[in-house]
């Protein structure tokens, strides 16, 4: 059987020894970044001999059980082809255990799903991140397409499945939960599923609950998750040792970009052990910042959710001479829910984003806005993300370094920091009297139950999920990119963070909606007339499929993140 590999020269590389299937690499030497190109055309997860995949697989000669233990962290599987074709390739058991044996998918017998046409996937079949593309541009990237494989790696009755929750709440929770435990049993016959609760300290400190398709029948008709979530307490060996000490060997983990990076670890972990775990992400965010995919579940429901909070403020400020209604929305870092709820409103009068930096004061700036939108209309309603202006908050209100316990920084109520500026300048002007409204509804949109669409979003999520673990993908996360199901690397969805582009055509139509200030006058935002204007990314061909990401160094961080928004990287999703 034929095993190409191909090492580069600058590599110091240990002594490899290979048989048919496996690289096993024994040695002492320090290895820098190893890539190996390696065809093997009998395994269906080895890269065809016309890609150069980046490859992996180094073992350490320490083994605690004399497995394949100590390998260091694996690489991206980079797959090339013709006319710039790029597939972003999620790991596989069979990268460390290339000896396992397949089983035929149980969806073959299965009455509901035999009758499908064509219901599994075909190996080749992979997703492109960019569809808009010119006549001469490459293929670029791809990642492999979810769904059904013929061949699984697991056998019903060996699947010993978990599922943890981590981080804030999100509508969808509950419903991601009940379809893995559904689908795992009604699609695979696994009947094995273990509940962790409170978030990944539950591993180690807290009880499991066993889960079956009775446990969590109607459980999508409640907001929250019935495992119960947290934040902190990633204690990677612990959790491992849990794993391994249960014979758990199918980890769902539902969570955000902190989940996802923890997912990542145990998954290197797991991998370092050998073991026979697939690890699968699904990722959550209300804020819809997990870049890469079109959108992540419970956004729909938050956007929709958002109305009923609007209207309200719609309703107070216009019951009373010079009504102002103010809303905050969630959204640290991105202010998708505040776009979307607004631009799906049509009441608002103006919306504030962490991306868009804005101004109170002067010519040009949300004071004076607010000032002629009275005098012309009576009335305004203003929503606000709770990370936009940021920047305003003086030196001590945003240094006071409170973090939670995964190290998120926490930000100071813009909402009422605003409300307190707005009264202010109105009392001080004695221009009008003004009659402010704020509504804080974040907590209670993140409370509710998913909707319709998004109940079938996650049933889908879900669902391609399993395949994958079943199929035995492992180190991934799922995610509808374009509007197809694929397999993502966990290392994409946790290196950047989705962001609204204000250069985009969406803010455009936001701004036209609104006919609110763009609040571009630099000299206001930072006082210093010389300075330079933040760069924003130039409106271009593609710009409607751009979303500016910006790198994830550590606990957020404001101005570190203003820095880095000053710096796009064309990515898509999010915007259009
Ligand atoms: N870099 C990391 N490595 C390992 N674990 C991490 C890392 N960052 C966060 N985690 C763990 O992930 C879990 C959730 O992280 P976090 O509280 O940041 O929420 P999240 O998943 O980002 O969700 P959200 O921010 O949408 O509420 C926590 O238990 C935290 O300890
Ligand atoms: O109060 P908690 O649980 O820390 O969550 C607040 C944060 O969670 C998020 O909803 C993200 O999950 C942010 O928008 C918000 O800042
Ligand atoms: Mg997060």
């Not at 504030?352 to 002067?362: A, H, Q, T």
């Not at 316990?405 to 002007?429: C, E, M, Y």
């Amino acid at each position: 059987m034929g095993v190409g590999f191909e090492v580069p020269s600058h590599s110091q590389v240990p002594s490899v020894s290979m048989d048919s299937r496996h690289s096993t690499i024994s040695s002492s030497v320090s290895i820098s970044t190893p890539r190996f190109r390696c065809f093997d055309p009998t395994n269906p997860h080895s890269p065809s001999p016309n890609h150069s995949p980046r490859y992996f697989s180094v073992l350490s000669p320490t083994s605690r059980n004399g497995s394949m233990e100590n390998l260091v962290n694996s690489e991206p599987k980079i797959v090339t082809g013709p006319s710039g074709y790029v597939l972003e390739d999620v790991p596989h058991l069979t990268d460390y255990k290339p000896d396992l044996p397949t089983y035929s998918n149980p969806l073959q017998v299965n009455p509901a799903y035999s009758v499908v046409k064509q219901y599994f996937v075909n190996m080749d079949d992979t997703v492109a991140q960019k569809i808009v593309v010119e006549k001469n541009s490459p293929r670029g990237i791809h990642f492999r397409r979810a769904g059904p494989r013929q061949k699984v790696y697991f056998e019903p009755e060996e699947v010993y499945a978990c599922i943890v929750t981590c981080g804030g709440l999100c509508p969808g929770l509950n419903t991601v939960i009940r379809e893995i435990v559904c689908g795992l049993y009604h699609m695979y016959g696994v009947h094995k599923v273990l509940g962790i609760e409170g978030g990944y300290r539950g591993f180690y400190a807290r009880n499991t609950i066993p889960l079956t398709p009775k446990v969590v029948n109607d459980i999508h008709k409640r907001g929250g998750t019935i495992l119960g979530t947290s934040r902190g307490g990633h204690d990677t060996s612990k959790i491992v040792d849990s794993i391994q000490d249960r014979g758990i060997n199918q980890v769902y983990i539902i969570g955000g970009d902190g989940t996802q990076k923890g997912a990542s670890v145990i998954f290197e972990e797991i991998r370092r052990r050998g073991l026979k775990v697939a690890v699968a992400g699904i990722p959550k965010t209300i804020d819809n910042d997990i870049p890469v995919m079109d959108k992540s579940f419970g956004f729909d429901t938050a956007v929709e959710e958002a109305q009923r909070a609007i209207n309200a403020a719609h309703i107070e400020s216009e019951s009373i001479e010079n009504g102002i209604g103010l809303v905050k929305l969630m959204g640290r870092h991105s202010g998708f829910i505040a776009m979307y709820a607004t631009l799906a409103s049509r009441d608002v009068d103006c919306c504030l984003i962490p991306e868009s930096p804005f101004y109170l004061e002067g010519a040009g700036g949300l004071l004076e806005y607010i000032e002629k939108r009275l005098k012309e209309n009576g009335h305004m309603v203003i929503v606000i993300a709770e990370g936009a202006g940021q920047e305003l908050f003086s030196e001590s209100m945003r240094t006071t370094d409170q973090q939670d316990a995964s190290g998120n920084k926490r930000l100071p109520d813009v909402g009422l920091w605003i409300s307190q500026k707005i009264k202010d300048h109105f009392s001080k002007t004695k221009k009008m009297a003004i009659n402010l409204k704020y509504i804080d509804p974040t907590y209670m949109i993140r409370a509710v139950p998913s909707n319709a669409s998004d109940n079938v979003y996650c049933t889908l999520l879900a669902h391609s999920v399993i395949h994958g673990a079943m199929a035995g993908y492992t180190g991934f996360t799922v995610g509808q990119v374009n509007g197809r199901h694929a397999y993502i690397p966990l290392y994409r969805v946790i290196e950047k963070q989705n962001k609204v582009v204000i250069t985009d055509r969406m803010w455009a139509r936001l701004l036209a909606s609104t006919n609110q200030p763009s609040f571009l006058d630099h000299k206001y935002v930072f006082g210093d007339e010389k300075e330079e204007a933040p760069q924003n990314q130039p409106i271009n061909g593609n710009n409607h499929l751009q979303a500016t990401t910006t790198t994830l160094g550590g606990p957020n961080d404001v101005a570190e993140d203003k820095k880095r928004q000053e710096t796009p990287i064309p990515s898509i999703n999010g915007n259009e």
